[in-house]
Nanobody, 126 residues
Framework: QDQVVESGGGLVQAGGSLRLSCATS????????MSWFRQAPGKEREFVAG????????YFADSVKGRFTISRDNAKNSINLQMNNLQVEDTAVYYC???????????????????WGQGTQVTVSS
């Protein structure tokens, strides 16, 4: 059974930090680039950060550059998102997603992704 499970969300004050984790199983992890998306109430799902299958390249939305970092551990079939200097506008449900590298090395478009987690809530208070 293919699974993507996020963890690490929570409530934090503006300026604080959180670390999200995403554990996967049921598919060959190194066949997939991995990304984080987020969706705030009433808004479309948006790309946050991505990492290629090897971990050699990373990509970030302009809104999080310099504050978020993404990493992966291919031995543990997992990725992480370190979020620093969080702002109120970062409040959203954060989703982990897998993209087959036979399609694209990375994509900002959620429709191309093959596997999704159930999401984890991140709330930043002022």
């Amino acid at each position: 059974q293919d699974q993507v499970v996020e963890s690490g969300g929570g409530l934090v004050q503006a300026g604080g930090s959180l670390r999200l984790s995403c554990a996967t199983s049921g598919f060959t992890f190194t066949d997939y680039g991995m990304s984080w998306f987020r969706q705030a109430p009433g808004k479309e799902r948006e790309f946050v950060a991505g990492i290629t299958w090897s971990g050699g390249s990373t990509y970030f939305a302009d809104s999080v550059k310099g504050r978020f970092t993404i990493s992966r551990d291919n031995a543990k079939n997992s990725i992480n998102l370190q979020m620093n200097n969080l702002q109120v506008e970062d409040t959203a449900v954060y989703y982990c997603a897998a993209l087959a590298r036979t399609k694209y090395m990375y994509s900002y478009n959620p429709k191309f992704y093959d596997y999704w987690g159930q999401g984890t809530q991140v709330t930043v208070s002022s």
